[in-house]
């Protein structure tokens, strides 16, 4: 695909370099611990320094430099663009590019729901001018998988287009491949990982690209550890803050992901083509569960010892191809298809451990659960006159949940041999099955003003139909408009404004409907809901971005508004009153609002050579009322905003790299709210570091330091007596655990 969009080359010979001043340094370390002291008001004022700093920059930059950016919303990198930085693959090359990695956070997710296809949200990565037919194993995914020497050149699309495949995505990376390339290249990669316990676990994954004839093809395994040794410290107080019990919990989970993938593309003729993605994954997640409950309020103290085995099997497939046919007018015919499932068996089996060491089953639960989605989808493009084309197509989805859940109790009662000889409860909704089909049929307007304004419109149904069968036996009707407004504006070759307006509706989790496990030690089964409606509501959004000249970076500034109607959180479903029940419900209406700033800046106006520094600035708020304590709050699990900071520095001449991020969450942090209690969660800062170099040979030796800090992430729990609207206070528990570094060194090449 030739896309007819004008594009601008970087010129790279003209790059020249400067260094950072420890002073400047120190200017951003005080900003960034400004910020993290702030309220949200404070955080608000704090943006100024923020995106002034940013503006200043730039226009020292612009007194120093020719403005190349071009005068279109397209940007092209060549290949020879990145041979400085030594990349193995496609993804090293997109990480590489300035305002990327910066401009996918713009934008908030509230509101997106992973609904079918859905549209491109707030980056969209294609291959080719094409976007991968699936989900677990979309396009982006498959940059690891090619190498560097097959790419001919990236593309960052800003505007929006008819002749793309991607629709609603603030911002397009674009991968262009060789098409005469014919020869196969392999890419490697072999790990080890160490733990904070000493364990080392090994990795590794290879893939296989190419073309042969008219066939291109990525085939690729992967061999990824998920080693956890997480440490669990647990102290409550009773209402008169005296002491109630201390926990310690040792959890060790052995995991490892098995992934099988391969991506074909087949070029039929000079007008048509076909895609076939398909992927296989197992990720096992036995755990073990060393837990120590010491009771002070008895003297002497009670010390209770528990073992627990959690895990089971997991693994889960997906299929997903598409056929495109295009006219000699320019029109486009294309059918695409998603078939996946997921399958899950998860035990919880604990043991009460005595002073000799025998073992005393007490708990037994089993639960399963199949998921499946089937997509189709089918659409033809016709373009119109005066710069304007036409998409209408209609998309038929069908989700299936099947579930099940089985408890087991030691106590009196008959014994079930299914349940390791205990006691089966009886829990409501443990067996059922959850289908929603789906119909929605679309029409997509593209109007390309002139080359500095676009507008893109859209109008889509959803009808749907959610069934449930099994315990409970149920079928319901939906429908809603959902409309789309994007309207992109280059107010300069290097401003660009947008602004945004959509209606969405939020997938439904079918776990929602039926029994689930409780995290809860206390509370091990949860009821469902089968009267759930989907979210639904409008998304505002403007954005302004910046590109600076000769390739030095991007900023963009941004501002949303949310208003959620039929909002998802708890609420209460208490049968008997000494035993408060809770399910996800709808809540009613709330809103949820927030500002972001975000740069992608190399330090040539300030001195290093190849130095690129990345901040991403958030600040917000939600609002909605409690229907369990009728007050005014933030969306549950809703924080206050985040900032990150992060550093790559690229030397060239000794083939090293090194850099590192930094995040958090500003005060405020996690609340969640329940029938019977209130929880707060935060934490350290999270901090990662990494070192790479490139021998002679092409060989790549990256040593990285996941959670350099060992952060601290610690969770308040206020319980009542009864309801929390009776508001007596029963006990208060603080936990905090540590997951600990993880210390790993990879070595990958290509031949």
Same mark, same amino acid.
């Given at each position: ?6 594009t601008?080359?970087?010129d ?9 001043s ?11 611990d ?16 923020f995106?002034w ?12 430099a020719?403005d190349n ?13 990145f ?15 300035p ?5 996918s ?10 609904r079918?296809f ?10 080719n ?18 190498? %560097?020497?097959q ?9 929006? /287009? #008819? !002749?793309? &495949?991607? $629709?609603?995505?603030? =911002?397009i ?18 790990n ?8 080392r ?5 290879? %893939?296989?690209s ?9 085939? /690729? #395994? !992967?061999? &990824?550890? $998920?080693?956890e040794? =997480?440490?669990?410290k ?13 926990i ?9 992901n098995y ?6 593309d ?9 895609r076939l ?5 197992? &990720?096992d997640?036995?755990?073990e569960?060393?837990?120590k409950?010491?009771?002070v ?17 997991r693994?889960n ?10 006219r ?8 695409l298809?998603?078939?996946?499932q ?20 007490n708990?037994?639960l089993?639960?399963t ?9 089918g ?10 084309d036409?998409e ?11 579930s ?23 829990i ?17 307007h593209n109007?390309v ?12 149904y ?5 069934s ?18 994007d ?7 290097q401003?660009?404004?947008?602004a945004?307006?959509?209606?969405f509706?939020m997938?439904?989790?079918?776990n929602?409907?039926v029994?689930?496990?409780d ?10 809901n ?19 000249p ?6 963009d500034?941004?501002?949303y ?9 708890r609420?209460?479903v208490?049968?008997?009153?000494d035993?408060?029940?809770?399910t996800?419900?709808?809540i009613g ?10 740069a992608?800046?190399?330090?040539r106006m300030?001195g290093l ?7 991403n600035?958030?600040?917000?708020d939600?609002?909605?009322t ?17 900032l990150?900071?992060g ?10 790299t090194y850099g590192?991020?930094?995040s958090?969450?500003?005060?405020g ?9 209130i929880?707060?969660?935060g ?30 992430q610690?969770?308040e729990?206020?319980?009542f007596?009864?309801k ?12 905090c655990?540590?997951?600990g570094?993880?210390?790993a060194l990879?070595?990958?090449?290509n031949?």
């Amino acid at each position: 695909m030739v896309l007819t969009l004008s594009t601008v080359r970087y010129d790279l010979m003209t790059l020249r370099y400067c260094y950072l001043s420890d002073s400047r340094s120190r200017d951003l370390m005080t900003l960034s611990d400004e910020l993290l002291r702030s309220k949200f008001a404070l955080a608000l004022r704090g943006m100024q320094p923020f995106i002034w700093c940013l503006v200043i920059a730039s226009f020292i930059e612009s007194a120093n430099a020719q403005d190349n950016v071009g005068d279109e919303s397209t940007i092209r990198y060549p290949a020879e663009y990145f041979v400085d930085f030594n990349p193995m693959t496609a993804q090293d090359m997109v990480y590489r590019i300035p305002g990327v990695q910066t401009s996918s956070r713009g934008r908030s997710g509230g509101g997106s729901g992973g609904r079918g296809f859905g549209s491109g949200g707030s980056s969209e990565i294609i291959i080719n001018g094409k976007r991968a037919a699936g989900k677990s194993n979309a396009t982006g995914q498959q940059l690891q998988r090619i190498t %560097a020497q097959q790419v001919n050149y990236i593309e960052i699309i800003r505007g929006t /287009s #008819g !002749e793309l &495949d991607v $629709r609603g995505s603030g =911002q397009i990376v674009n991968v262009v491949l060789f098409e005469e390339l014919s020869s196969t290249a392999v890419n490697y990669e072999i790990n080890m990982e160490s733990y904070a316990d000493q364990e080392r676990k090994p990795g590794g994954s290879v %893939a296989l690209s190419g073309k042969a004839g008219q066939l291109g093809f990525v085939l /690729s #395994g !992967e061999i &990824d550890p $998920r080693y956890e040794n =997480q440490v669990r410290k647990e102290h409550s107080v009773l209402a008169d803050y005296s002491d109630n019990d201390y926990i310690r919990e040792d959890r060790i989970r052995d995991q490892t992901n098995y992934n099988l993938s391969a991506n074909l593309d087949y070029e039929i003729s000079d007008f048509s083509s076909a895609r076939l993605n398909a992927l296989y994954r197992e &990720d096992d997640n036995p755990t073990e569960v060393f837990r120590k409950i010491t009771n002070v309020r008895s003297d002497p103290n009670v010390v209770t010892v528990q073992r627990e085995d959690q895990g089971g099997e997991r693994n889960n497939w997906e299929v997903g191809g598409d056929y495109e046919l295009n006219r000699v007018n320019g029109d486009r015919l294309k059918f695409l298809f998603i078939a996946n499932q997921r399958n899950d068996d998860q035990i919880r089996a604990r043991n009460n451990i005595a002073d000799d060491g025998a073992e005393t089953l007490n708990l037994f639960l089993d639960r399963t659960y199949v998921t499946e989605e089937r997509i189709v989808r089918g659409s033809y493009t016709t373009e119109m006159f005066f710069g304007q084309d036409i998409e209408l197509g209609v998309e038929r989805a069908q989700t299936t949940l099947e579930s099940g859940i089985a408890l087991g109790l030691s106590g009196d009662g008959t014994s079930d041999p299914s349940l390791r000889g205990l006691v089966r409860q009886n829990i409501k909704n443990a067996n059922s099955t959850v289908e929603e089909i789906r119909y929605e049929p679309f029409l997509i307007h593209n109007y390309v003003f002139s080359d500095k304004m676009s507008l893109e419109t859209s109008l889509l149904y959803e009808a749907s139909e959610i069934s449930q069968w099994g315990e409970v036996n149920k079928s319901r009707d939906f429908g809603f408009f959902k409309p789309t407004f994007d309207l992109r504006f280059d107010l300069t070759p290097q401003i660009q404004l947008s602004a945004r307006v959509r209606k969405f509706v939020m997938q439904l989790s079918f776990n929602d409907f039926v029994a689930n496990e409780d995290s809860d030690l206390d509370s091990n089964v949860q009821s469902g809901n089968d009267d759930l409606r989907q979210e639904w509501g409008w998304v505002y959004e403007t954005r302004g971005e910046y590109r600076l000249p000769n390739d030095v970076g991007a900023v963009d500034v941004g501002a949303y508004y949310h208003v959620h109607n039929d909002r998802i959180e708890r609420i209460d479903v208490t049968v008997d009153e000494d035993n408060p029940q809770s399910t996800n419900g709808n809540i009613g209406k709330g809103d949820m609002y927030g500002l972001t700033a975000n740069a992608s800046l190399r330090m040539r106006m300030l001195g290093l050579p190849n130095l690129q520094l990345t901040a991403n600035l958030e600040v917000k708020d939600s609002n909605i009322t409690d229907p369990l304590l009728g007050i005014n709050r933030r969306f549950r699990d809703y924080d206050r905003g985040r900032l990150n900071f992060g550093f790559r520095h690229d030397m060239p001449a000794s083939g090293i790299t090194y850099g590192g991020n930094w995040s958090n969450r500003f005060e405020g942090n996690i609340m969640r709210y329940d029938v019977d209690d209130i929880e707060i969660r935060g934490g350290d800062p999270y901090v990662s570091l990494y070192a790479q170099f490139v021998d002679s040979r092409g060989l790549t030796y990256r040593l990285f330091s996941r959670n350099h800090t060992d952060n601290t992430q610690c969770r308040e729990r206020r319980r009542f007596l009864g309801k929390i609207s009776a508001q007596i206070l029963e006990e208060i528990e603080n936990r905090c655990w540590n997951d600990g570094r993880v210390v790993a060194l990879r070595v990958s090449g290509n031949f």
